[in-house]
């Protein structure tokens, strides 16, 4: 419930401003079911703030497990009752719950809805030139549907006994029968439930996303003019749209293996003394289900924040982001390859060998685009004049993490290799760092960069900077030396290692993470004081902070409903003219027009200049839907 | 104490707020923040230390830890895995080395400065060519030889490979060797009881000289094939040191053939462990003793091996009462095969008629 109280203190920020174009409403209309595409943004992003701090603090919880085994947890007792045994330890079954649900939550809750949900709603409309949504209806449809699928999930880990605990994946038959364990009983139930709605959610908001980026662009917004933001979130929306009804399937199919009897993954089960009547099924055909979408998930959290990155890199360079067209490519190349290598996760599954190598031939080709990426991002910092706003800093960030993460990634899509690594820290280590922290940091670099366009206050840098370098070295410090750990084989969801002779090493290392977990959580809570302070006290935010180019920064510094109070802006050139030879400024917005640059204009640019006077009335249209 | 220490935690919140305050009411004083300020600088100068202190840590503990963080290996394939893993350490090392070391170094080298300007370079279609083939063909290089090891690896084992059932089920795993016959008999989920744990089928003649053990025995230099089973939920068969790992799923089997390359005796002299000893863990959440599932694996000389496996006692002979579930036309042959025909035959009788009376 704590996510609905914040709710309404966020409304009561939003209400002490002025605002120019208000739309007749109360308050409930205005900020709590609203339809402006600003407001529910700001909506997910808050929601997805709380779910990011309760993830978090369920990882350090089952850290402190794995760091310091020995230590007495009688003093979590208040807050995890039973879960607590009398010796003062974790339970262990608990502990599978809490891996499973900071997996969940992190992967949809924070990484999925927090930040898809919040910069494709803010950014889409005030990027491409539109008054809104296409649907804001359905857009507000997207973020309740969320927000029931969170009450849903949060209520799972009040029940006696447990959340769902088979992992993120929950592979049945373990997910799918309540006598293998306790958490897939009750709470599997509501887990499954809450990502039902959860893809409504996302299907919901991905069909407005894509319908937004065709057919509301404003007068000049080709396509090849488009923000990498928005190519980014336009390929994100496609593969959710594509990829979660297969989820839903899946989810589906176990539903009633759970409830009715089936045997779509059930076969051959003796369990608790018990021969199950359950024949013919197949645990694989789950798997396959599952990372079908899976993978294409991982692309669903990390493109945007590439996106993200690609323009706040190309406006702190104050150069243009190099190889547009190439990291058009990169992006389209990634979203095709991302729907045909997902069974790159169930090399030793049982899954046929052959199969085994298609994936691995496909999964190793997915390198080369990324490695375009990383390549035109230096190639855009080479020679550029960089500031360090704490949004840079974190994209800077974001692209370190993108390419250790990344090459580990090569180990691992090599099916020889991942015989040992499968399933060992290694893994963990690597999707860690580049999924969820690399998405994590775009996240965090789109809040730094967007918050004065959001709130039209400016967050405080320098606690900007101390949050980033605590993050930055925190989170490496945890997941860096969790390749060393998996390299010798250590296997992940291990409550303890005690029993095994080969795994009693590293407990310095292990001790170490756990560490720099807390600190790293701990270095959060600066930023949600920078945050929730600077909604209310921050310095108000000039018009263009970042001397950016892109169309949100024409709209006054409070944008009502509709985003610009007159016109809406014409579009005449690409978001990426930083420092162009001649020009008075080191930038050029995107509705200035080639006329009015003439010193700075290159030959087949004053050719355009003819175009431009024949555009006035073709926004008209647009005007009278306000 | 309780109250100290939130008072405590009270005051250090105030006192860091304050200081925010006081920071932030000076920084109003001093004006606004120039892009080429202090912090720029003082960032710029940190990602390059960042760099170099992080960078040098890393290459001093992957040196000094090396046998800390790597384990020996005792199979013949896991030889070549371990080289396909180098062989990818090195060429992936580079490109980390030098992507690293130019995305911390650019923005030091070109951090802000009032009145340069950026070089305006938006595009080089050759540029981006190259580095769109360099990474294929490293790839490629890399996907060749990993199929490659892959096929091998996947390839059916050998005809002569020692045939053993591993069964996992929560928390632990059951053994089944194939006996003298080589052949593992069948099994079927609905069979399984107490004194069947497995569920063999007796009625297939293979199972008769089936034996179970309580550690897994496999001789040094011949391949061993591993029947993976499952008997309610997934689980996973990894031994770290064979760089061996394969699912178990209920419903069908799986399987993974290696060659130990090194007896546990001679991995204890390498070691230096005396007490060394190969295991195998489960890597598939199977619930909540997962981290539990230990089996130990004994490598042994083969004449050392093949000496244990004759003097094992079969299914039958450890539980003379599943001959019950064998068809009477085939009970002689059950009887030789299992090694109860070593007990005289009035015996034999008896103590099969005692045990299906159980």
Not at chain 1, 134 to 145: T, V
Not at chain 2, 120 to 130: G, K, T, V
Not at chain 2, 327 to 355: F, P
Request: charged letters at 15%; glycine letters at 8%.
């Amino acid at each position: 419930m704590a996510t609905a109280e914040i709710h309404i203190e966020e409304g009561h920020s939003a209400g002490g401003h002025e605002h120019d174009h208000d739309h007749q409403g109360n308050f409930w209309t205005k900020y709590i079911f609203s339809q402006d595409h600003k407001v529910i943004a700001k909506q997910f992003l808050i929601s997805g703030i709380f779910w990011a701090l309760l993830g978090g603090i369920l990882s350090v919880i089952f850290r402190l497990q794995l760091g310091f085994p020995d230590m007495n947890l009688m003093w979590l007792k208040p807050f995890l009752g039973g879960w607590i045994t009398e010796a003062g330890k974790l339970d262990q079954e608990f502990y599978l719950a809490l891996v499973t649900m900071h997996g969940t939550i992190m992967v949809f809750f924070v990484l999925t809805a927090g930040l898809s949900g919040t910069f494709s709603n803010f950014l889409i409309p005030l990027q491409v030139g539109a008054r809104d949504m296409a649907s804001g209806f359905l857009n507000m449809l997207s973020y309740w549907f969320f927000f029931l699928s969170s009450v849903v999930m949060f209520s799972s880990l009040f029940i006696s006994t447990g959340p769902a605990s088979g992992g993120w994946v929950i592979y049945p038959p373990l997910s799918a029968l309540p006598q293998a364990m306790s958490g897939s009983g009750l709470g599997m139930t509501l887990w499954l439930v809450a990502m039902a709605l959860f893809i409504i959610s996302t299907l919901l908001g991905g069909i407005n996303y894509v319908t937004t980026i065709i057919n509301l662009r404003t007068y000049g917004m080709t396509f090849t003019r488009l923000p990498l933001t928005i190519w980014a979130f336009f390929l994100t929306a496609v593969i959710g749209i594509l990829s979660f009804p297969v989820l839903f399937a899946a989810a589906l199919l176990l539903i009633f293996d759970r409830s009715f009897g089936t045997s779509f993954y059930l076969t051959d089960i003796y369990i608790n003394g018990e021969a199950l009547p359950n024949s013919g099924g197949s645990p694989i055909l789950f798997q396959h289900l599952f990372w079908f979408l899976g993978h294409p998930e991982v692309y669903i959290v990390l493109l945007p924040a590439l996106g993200i990155t690609s323009e706040i890199i190309s406006t702190n360079s104050r150069k243009p982001i190099f190889g547009y067209r190439a990291m058009v490519g990169s992006l389209l190349a990634i979203t095709f390859l991302s729907f045909v290598v997902w069974a790159h996760h169930m090399f030793v599954t049982g899954m046929n060998p052959f199969l085994g190598s298609i994936f691995m031939l496909l999964t190793l080709i997915i390198a080369v685009p990324s490695a375009v990426k990383v390549f035109n991002y230096l190639a855009t910092l080479w020679k550029g004049n960089i500031v360090f706003t704490p949004a840079m800093l974190f994209s800077i960030g974001l692209v370190s993490y993108f390419i250790s993460g990344g090459l580990t990634g090569i180990y691992l899509g090599n099916a020889a290799v991942d015989i040992q690594l499968h399933d060992t820290y290694y893994v963990v280590a690597h999707f860690h760092i580049v999924m969820g922290s690399a998405s994590f940091f775009g996240m965090l670099a789109g809040i730094y960069h967007w918050f004065p366009k959001m709130f039209g206050r400016m967050l405080d840098n320098r606690l900007g900077y101390i949050h980033f370098w605590l993050t930055f070295v925190g989170v490496y410090l945890v997941f860096f030396p969790m390749h060393f750990i998996g390299m010798a084989g250590f296997p992940r969801r291990y409550y303890s290692f005690t029993n095994f002779d080969a795994f009693q090493s590293f407990t310095d290392l292990n001790m170490l993470i756990t560490i720099a977990a807390i600190i790293t959580l701990a270095a959060q809570f600066i930023f949600l004081f920078n945050f929730f302070y600077s909604i209310f006290r921050g310095r108000p935010a000039p018009a263009n902070p970042w001397r950016s180019n892109t169309l949100e920064w024409t709209t006054p510094i409070h944008p009502g409903h509709g985003n610009w109070p007159g016109e809406i802006p014409h579009v005449y050139r690409w978001p990426y003219d930083y420092s162009k030879p001649g020009a008075k400024e080191d930038f050029i917005p995107q509705n200035i027009p080639f006329s009015d640059t003439m010193e700075s204009n290159l030959p087949e640019e004053n050719e355009l200049i003819k175009l431009e006077g024949a555009d006035s009335g073709a926004i008209k249209v647009d005007d009278t839907k306000h | 104490m309780k109250v100290i220490v939130i008072a405590g935690i009270v005051l250090i919140v105030v006192i860091l707020f304050l200081i925010f305050r006081i920071a932030t009411l000076v920084g109003i004083l001093k004006g606004g923040e120039k892009r080429d300020g202090q912090s720029n600088q003082i960032n710029a100068l940190l990602l390059l230390i960042f760099i170099i202190v992080s960078g040098s840590v890393l290459l001093w503990y992957a040196y000094t830890k090396y046998d800390e963080y790597t384990l020996p290996v005792a199979s013949e394939h896991g030889v070549i895995t371990d080289n396909l893993f180098w062989v990818t350490t090195l060429i992936t090392g580079f490109v980390f080395i030098i992507t690293q070391a130019l995305l911390f170094y650019f923005p030091f080298k070109y951090q802000y400065k009032e009145g340069r300007k950026a070089f305006f370079y938006p595009d080089n279609n050759m540029i981006e060519m190259l580095w769109t083939i360099i990474p294929a063909i490293a790839l490629a290089i890399l996907i060749f030889y990993g199929l490659t090891v892959w096929n091998d690896i996947t390839d059916e084992a050998p005809q002569e490979a020692e045939r053993i059932e591993i069964l996992g089920h929560q928390f632990a795993w059951k053994l089944r060797y194939s006996g003298r016959d080589n052949l593992l008999g069948k099994h079927d989920y609905r069979l399984i009881m107490a004194e069947n744990p497995v569920g063999v089928d007796f009625t297939d003649k293979n199972a008769f000289d089936d034996f179970s053990a309580g550690q897994m025995y496999v001789p040094k230099g011949r391949p061993v094939e591993l029947r993976i089973r499952a008997r309610d939920v997934l689980h996973s068969v990894f031994a770290p040191h064979f760089r061996l790992k394969m699912d178990a799923v209920p419903g069908m089997v799986t399987s993974f053939w290696f060659v130990p390359t090194k007896t546990t005796a001679e991995m204890r002299v390498e070691t230096g462990n005396v007490n060394f000893n190969y295991e195998i863990a489960c890597t598939e959440i199977c619930g909540y003793g997962h981290f539990g599932m230990r089996m130990i694996v004994i490598v042994v000389e083969p004449k050392e091996f093949d000496q244990w496996k004759a003097s094992q006692e079969t299914l039958i002979q450890r539980e003379p009462g599943l001959l019950k579930y064998v068809s009477e036309d085939l009970k002689e042959l059950a009887r030789i095969k299992s090694g109860l025909t070593d007990i005289q035959d009035k015996e034999s009788e008896s103590v099969s008629v005692a045990g299906s009376n159980k």
